[in-house]
């Protein structure tokens, strides 16, 4: 039996807000890679994230600010030419949008034009406001993003859970609800406490995806990377592994140079 809904055959952003409406949970997972996105895609996700955060699980680096939109276009292309059913979305890099809202649309339409990405996603509330709403007048669709936002890393100082003090809550939800009033079609809800997250996906009509943010809103993203255990150093208590991968691939990769080295490989059913 197959576990997510095989009655739509393309995820598009008012199939979101269908689900939404009807309660059914959206699933999002971040893909960056043309192999990794034809799994992912077949195995029914709803949404692919090509993340910024390819910054850190594809290139090393310790932030997501280094990733720029040249190489956000590359992921996004090779994510692109492996889907059939999920919708795809991409961060705008850092740069990319921040204070120049023609240089928003410009991005904007150069992840569209040079991908063939669905959607795009941006960092921020009412300070980016009118980069999001040039993007929206092109009609590009955009998803938002409030709580933790680790392009602004260098502001906050740490990874440490957003918006638990009040005031910073009170600007979430009104951020939420400008977002949700400009035209976003969803929003990201990263690191915040369950309860606000709640209250949030309770108050705004679009469907609100939430990475430690609890159960109480409309969908989950997690890193791609991180669920299936790749990446093992980094344990938040949000992340769930379903798989312990850095392992088993290591242990592959082990056993394929005993075996070269034993020249045990190749043997003769595997030479010409
Ligand atoms: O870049 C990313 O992977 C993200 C998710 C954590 C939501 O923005």
Not at 51 to 60: E, P, R, W
């Amino acid at each position: 039996m197959s576990i997510h809904n095989s009655d739509i055959k393309r995820v598009t952003t008012h199939v979101l807000q269908e689900m939404k409406l009807r309660n059914e949970k959206i699933s999002m997972l971040t893909g960056y890679d043309f192999s990794m996105a034809k799994i992912i895609d077949s195995a029914g996700i709803d949404i692919i994230l090509v993340g910024d955060s390819a910054s850190n699980v594809m290139a090393g680096h310790e932030t997501t600010l280094p990733i720029t939109l040249d190489q956000m276009i590359y992921h996004a292309s090779s994510v692109i030419r492996a889907v059939e059913r999920a919708l795809v979305v991409v961060d705008l890099p850092f740069g990319a949008y921040q204070g120049n809202s023609k240089e928003a649309l410009t991005s904007a339409i150069r992840i569209m034009k040079e991908s063939g990405a669905h959607a795009v996603k941006l960092e921020g509330g009412s300070e980016i406001l009118e980069s999001i709403n040039r993007i929206l007048s092109a009609g590009i669709p955009v998803m938002g993003h409030l709580g933790l936002t680790p392009q602004s890393i260098y502001k906050f100082g740490t990874y440490v859970v957003r918006a638990k003090e009040e005031e910073e809550a009170e600007k979430l939800i009104a951020d939420a609800k400008l977002l949700e009033e400009a035209g976003c079609f969803a929003l990201v809800l990263e690191k915040i406490p369950a309860k606000l997250a709640t209250r949030v996906a309770k108050e705004i009509k679009i469907p609100v995806i939430g990475i430690g943010a609890g159960n109480g809103v409309d969908g989950q993203v997690l890193v791609v990377h991180d669920m299936l255990g790749i990446t093992h150093e980094f344990s938040p208590r949000f992340l769930r592994r379903y798989h312990n991968l850095y392992e088993e691939m290591k242990g592959a990769f082990e056993n394929y140079i005993r075996d070269v080295k034993s020249q045990d490989f190749p043997n003769e059913k595997e030479q010409y």
